[in-house]
């Protein structure tokens, strides 16, 4: 698809030598999606290493009993800003990035919908970002955690502004999310190549796709709850002052049936990645699409309905809990579905095993391990003993990153090449995967042992001779900094190989989606022209001549 | 502060019958969880055995398979079956566990306060702090207030944790099956001081209990020691009464802190943080910011000798 007579300047190879890409005020006015993706993603891992440096202090603090490394004020104000970064400015914008990024290319379109939308959705997120961490200096940051339960983000009980930084900052992202993902679901239902129908779309896309519909859904939710407490705060309404008849346990509805939904919104671009990383590495198409893209479409379903899971402990009664037990072990199911079919999809292929294909492996296991620690929170009696423990946060981290940073880490390896034009080092990445690997099992798995121990979460501090809890953290606290050194070296990598990588070329993995056919990285339109899309592998059928969608055996 | 006598903390170490019947689903749970890690491992490290890519590939694609029916249904169905399983079991343990409560008046209601707990026993008329008393052998049915932020309640070996919500009393059932004294904390993040809330539930067995239910009812007497006296008469001079309550001291009725009219029974001071007794008291009451950042009692203004002797006052609360 090269050289040919619609440019008006040579192919490039490399993204440092894209013309359009030139200068600063390029990325800073631009509406191309490309750019935008990329500008998501770096920010994203900017402040991954901010939050992952919160975390570390979280672990030094926790490493030995009754230690005084931060002050309880400043530690309680760094996991409310741990989570609320990790959540908000790390898995957002690094969802939305892929999303961004690879949607048009996928579908075969030549940029999102709504470009402007799109560009607006990036800088409103930035500058909430930016807003948040501006309460550090404005007398001290939000620290009521990363749900802030009234009363204690009330006035009353938290009187300095952090809080107020915290519901502004959350609303003005939240606002740019919802355009984004109403700019999703727009490209991607009108923009798809010829021939393409909803049934031949990449997974990762129908993911996205579920993805815009979470966070349409989901995020106003959660955006109401904070224009209610921003006016508890600001304007003295009681929206959750029980003194006065209003509820603590409104807010607790309101933020969790928007934050059960933004699991899944965190988790599916992953997914997506993981379904097209392991078959290119497998050499087969994925095994069972249909119900892996109809499961996803129950998921989606199921996940409004679960919130009050998380409040189990809340006393509620009988009926409302348990329609609650259902609806979350019923989500086990088609989540189950999702691992057999990668598993299945590997079964038979000739694999091959790619820094990519190394993250997607490990994801399947720590995933699964988190995904079952999950159904122990909707088994009620269990959750009676579980929930608020570190068992929570075991639970949580083995989704969140040993799901979702894994897969989408995965992910990078993958589309690295198509985005920069150039190979990231594998010799570094298998360096920095194991490292993450042990880094990221040995931090979290014994905090399911201390949170059967009784350990509760967003404690500052623990008394000495509490069985097992100070060996336990002490070997969490060690393995953490080898968890932040490896994703420190996983940034090292990106930034070596797009100066010493390997030129790639269009098609490096000998994939079969539309993205894999335009220029890596691509040029501006994307394509100079897409090809009729006949079955879910376009290049295997442009390679072939037909049999894209495999055979089928009953 | 260490607490050396406390029973073993785990969710397994089981102290109450209703823990009983979660530990039981919980290994019931757990067996089949380990069952379905160990499968989808054990799969992956087959399939990487399996199928890498021979050295000598010529390139070839392998066969390109859609899907099987029979698997895909296979592998819906029995997931279904085990959570319908669970969610069976999940409705057995919950009303066994907590049965409906209906107009029952509890037996103990705990209140919790930024970052203590007020333990109140209705039926027998009498109020306490962060330190209670459990009959062995009796179901008693708890019920949880809140006085200001979300908090949890939760002795680990009991097995269950409840919110305590400002405006939604909640219940739980708790039968102690075996003496001792058992540790928690609280469990919903409730501010500068969560990590030090501690819980601290002694079960004893029926007789014990009435002692110590005597005891609690009783007040005590007058202070005659002339240091205690002196102590007394500070005590309701300074700001303690603004927040303290004392029986049989008519200045000291105020219901904001923890009731101190049987401090001297106590084994903690501060909820946990330090062992009772007069000399930490006094350091208590001079400064308690340095032993409980963000505590809700001020540093006292109050000399050696003043704080001496309202620690001897106190401490002769028996």
């Not at chain 1, 700019?183 to 393409?196: D, E, F, K, S, W």
């Not at chain 1, 997506?272 to 479409?297: C, D, N």
């Not at chain 1, 989606?513 to 090809?531: C, H, K, M």
């Not at chain 1, 006949?534 to 049999?547: A, H, T």
Request: glycine fraction near 8%.
């Amino acid at each position: 698809m090269t050289g040919g007579t619609i440019h008006t300047h040579k192919p490039v190879n490399w993204l440092a030598e894209v013309p359009e890409y030139q200068g600063i005020l390029s990325w800073l006015t631009s509406i191309d999606h490309k750019q935008l993706g990329i500008l998501y993603i770096l920010s994203a891992f900017g402040f991954l290493v901010v939050g992952a440096l919160m975390g570390l202090t979280i672990r030094l603090q926790l490493m030995f009993p009754m230690s005084h490394v931060v002050s309880q004020e400043v530690y309680n104000q760094i996991f409310t800003m741990h989570g609320t970064t990790m959540v908000f400015f790390v898995g957002m914008p690094l969802l939305f990035g892929f999303a961004v990024y690879l949607t048009p290319l996928m579908i075969g379109a030549r940029d999102m919908a709504f470009p402007r939308l799109n560009s607006f959705g990036y800088w409103v997120y930035l500058f909430g970002a930016i807003m948040l961490f501006f309460s550090f200096l404005s007398g001290g940051a939000p620290a009521a955690g990363w749900f802030a339960y009234p009363p204690l983000s009330e006035k009353g009980y938290l009187f300095n502004n952090g809080q107020n930084y915290w519901a502004l900052s959350l609303f003005v992202t939240g606002i740019g999310s919802v355009a984004t993902g109403v700019n999703l679901i727009v490209t991607i239902l009108t923009m798809r190549a010829p021939g393409m129908t909803l049934k031949r779309v990449p997974l990762f896309v129908w993911m996205i796709l579920m993805d815009g519909f979470l966070v349409v859904f989901s995020l106003p939710a959660l955006n109401a709850a904070l224009v209610m407490i921003l006016f508890d705060r600001t304007l003295n309404t009681k929206f959750f002052d029980a003194t006065v008849g209003g509820s603590p346990l409104l807010w607790q509805h309101f933020f969790w049936f928007f934050g059960h939904p933004e699991v899944y919104i965190l988790i599916l671009p992953g997914w997506g990645a993981i379904s097209e990383v392991i078959p290119v590495f497998s050499r087969k198409l994925l095994f069972g699409a249909g119900v892996m893209a109809a499961s996803t479409v129950a998921i989606t379903f199921l996940s409004f309905g679960v919130w009050v899971h998380h409040m189990f402990a809340a006393g509620l009664g009988f009926a409302p809990l348990y329609i609650f037990a259902v609806t979350s072990l019923l989500i086990a199911v088609p989540t189950g579905i999702k691992v057999w079919s990668w598993l299945a999809t590997m079964w038979g292929g000739k694999l091959r095993f790619t820094v990519a294909m190394l993250h997607a492996m490990a994801f399947l296991i720590q995933f699964t391990i988190g995904g079952l620690s999950g159904v122990a929170f909707a088994v009620i009696p269990l959750d009676w003993q579980l929930t608020d423990s570190y068992f929570v946060v075991a639970h949580f981290h083995y989704v969140l990153v040993g799901g979702m940073l894994f897969s989408l880490i995965s992910g990078v390896y993958y589309w690295y090449p198509k985005v920069t034009g150039r190979m990231m080092s594998e010799t570094l990445g298998k360096w920095q995967f194991w490292l993450m690997v042990f880094g990221f099992n040995g931090t979290f798995f014994v905090m399911h042992i201390l949170g059967v121990l009784g350990m509760p979460r967003r404690v500052w501090t623990y008394p000495l001779g509490m069985p097992g809890w100070a060996e336990l953290n002490f070997f969490s606290s060690c393995w953490s900094f080898v968890l932040v050194a490896s994703m420190l070296l996983f940034l090292y990598n990106l930034v070596w190989s797009f100066y010493h990588g390997k030129i790639a070329g269009p098609n490096p993995w000998n994939a079969w989606t539309l993205e894999w056919l335009a220029d890596s990285p691509p040029i501006g339109e994307n394509f100079e022209r897409v090809p009729v899309v006949r079955s879910r592998r376009p290049l295997w059928d442009l390679q072939f001549g037909s049999g894209g969608d495999g055979e089928h055996h009953a | 502060m260490d607490i050396k006598n406390a029973d073993f903390t785990s969710i397994f170490n089981v102290a109450s019958l209703q823990n009983r019947h979660l530990v039981d689903l919980h290994w019931f749970t757990l067996a089949i969880c380990v069952l379905i890690a160990f499968v989808v491992t054990g799969l992956l490290i087959a399939v990487i055995a399996k199928f890498r890519t021979p050295e000598n590939d010529d390139g070839s694609e392998p066969r390109q398979i859609q899907g099987n029916i029979r698997l895909e249904i296979i592998w819906t169905a029995i997931p279904l079956l085990i959570v319908t399983v669970l969610g069976v079991l999940t409705a057995i343990v919950m009303l066994v566990v907590n049965p409906p409560v209906g107009n029952k008046q509890p037996d103990v209601v705990v209140i919790g306060h930024q970052w203590w707990w007020e333990y109140r026993y209705p039926k027998l008329g009498v109020t306490t702090a962060n330190e209670f008393y459990l009959p062995v052998g009796k179901n008693t049915l708890f019920e949880f207030r809140s006085a200001d932020v979300v908090h949890s309640f939760w002795v680990i070996a009991f097995g269950q944790k409840m919110d305590a919500i400002p405006g939604h009393p909640t219940n739980m059932w708790v039968h102690p099956i075996k003496t001792g004294k058992f540790l928690g904390t609280c469990s919903e993040y409730c501010g500068a001081q969560h990590g030090l809330m501690r819980i601290i539930a002694n079960v004893v067995p029926q007789e014990e209990f009435d002692t110590w239910i005597e005891k609690q009812r009783a007040v005590p007497e007058q202070p005659t020691d002339p240091a205690a006296v002196r102590g007394k008469e500070l005590f309701n001079s300074a700001t303690c009464v603004e927040c303290h309550r004392v029986a049989g001291n008519e200045d000291a009725q105020a219901l904001i802190g923890p009731d101190l009219t049987h401090i001297a029974q106590r084994e903690t001071l501060g909820t946990g943080v330090l062992a009772n007794n007069t000399e930490n008291l006094k350091k208590w009451m001079q400064n308690p910011q340095t032993f409980k950042p963000g505590v809700n009692m001020p540093k006292m203004r109050l000399t050696d000798e003043e704080a001496q002797d309202i620690a001897v006052y106190l401490e002769s609360l028996k």
